[in-house]
């Protein structure tokens, strides 16, 4: 009976250590558990991850210019008595003195390699602001025996009635010199001090329609977009698209960069650069000043530089 019961009683103390040893890894199983928990709980994924992989959002919107600050009247007045000027002290002395001397020299080399050739007069194409500063916008009109015009165009920066810098921009012609700024015409509202606001609205359309950078797939996508906010859907839809397709989660990696002001056509034009960790890109949203109200938002720089 003492053997049995001495069997007994080892069996127990086995049995005993053996439910210590399983309590004890138990609890620290849970502390375990517990620690990793919290431990993954304190990890901050930032959204912008969960929304887009691809374009982590970042304080990288471009510096932005503030084109509510100019008297528009005043501004378009300046260009006007910009251009007269410069056509006065040309008529007096013949002389390009807006450009440098390696521009001029360059023009005249150009507009002289061949005979009866000549700058006739200067005229206005539009004015405006970018980064650089104010700005006018002329054509160099060259004339000679036959009906085509040639058209040499420059912008010209300047600072109250000085001409700080100037730089080249292209050659176009056509059979009548290109004037899109008219001294008899009224501005008008000219939409300056609409354009971020409007901006806003546009970032919040796209914001609210979940259109943004992973579910972007069509410009198609975004015509009722387009028809909401008043804007043409066919010139708008592919802005619309890019900049959707290339912005952060809360499309805030834009800005606006500058300005245009033209009487042919009646528009105003405003400039958006977007950037994103590896390249820029820009958008001209178009504001009529027959209809005073935004009506496109197009890829690119659009602009009277380039019309014939």
Not at 6 to 17: A, C, D, N, S, V
Not at 55 to 66: G, L, S, T, Y
Request: proline share 3%; aromatic share 10%.
């Amino acid at each position: 009976m003492k053997k049995l019961n001495k069997k007994y009683t080892k069996w127990i103390i086995i049995f005993l250590l053996l439910v210590i040893i399983g309590s004890a890894y138990a609890l620290n199983l849970g502390k375990i558990k517990d620690k990793t928990v919290d431990g993954i709980a304190s990890i901050s994924i930032p959204f912008s991850l969960i929304v887009n992989p691809n374009n982590i959002d970042e304080d990288i919107a471009p510096k932005a210019v503030n084109i509510n600050d100019d008297d528009l009247n005043k501004a378009k007045q300046e260009a006007v008595n910009l251009i007269s000027t410069i056509n006065d002290d040309y008529n007096d002395t013949k002389e390009l003195s807006f450009l440098s001397n390696d521009q001029e020299k360059s023009l005249l080399e150009r507009v002289h390699a061949k005979p009866h050739r000549y700058i006739a007069k200067m005229t206005l194409l539009n004015f405006g602001r970018d980064t650089t500063g104010k700005y006018i916008t002329i054509s160099c009109n060259r004339y000679d025996d036959t009906k085509t015009i040639v058209s040499y165009r420059y912008r010209l920066y300047y600072q109250g009635d000085t001409i700080k810098s100037t730089k080249y921009l292209n050659t176009k012609s056509n059979k009548y010199p290109p004037k899109f700024v008219l001294e008899n015409i009224e501005l008008g509202k000219a939409g300056n001090d609409q354009a971020k606001p409007f901006l806003q609205r546009l970032k919040t359309a796209i914001i609210n329609s979940n259109l943004t950078a992973t579910n972007a797939n069509e410009p198609g996508n975004f015509n009722q977009i387009s028809i909401n906010l008043g804007l043409n859907p066919d010139k708008s839809n592919d802005g619309l698209y890019a900049l959707a397709k290339n912005s952060n989660s809360r499309v805030s990696n834009s800005s606006i960069v500058g300005y245009q002001i033209a009487d042919v056509p009646r528009y105003t034009r405003v400039y958006i650069k977007q950037k994103n960790k590896d390249n820029s890109y820009y958008y001209t949203l178009t504001f009529s000043r027959n209809s005073g109200s935004f009506i496109n938002f197009q890829k690119g720089i659009i602009s009277t530089d380039g019309n014939n």
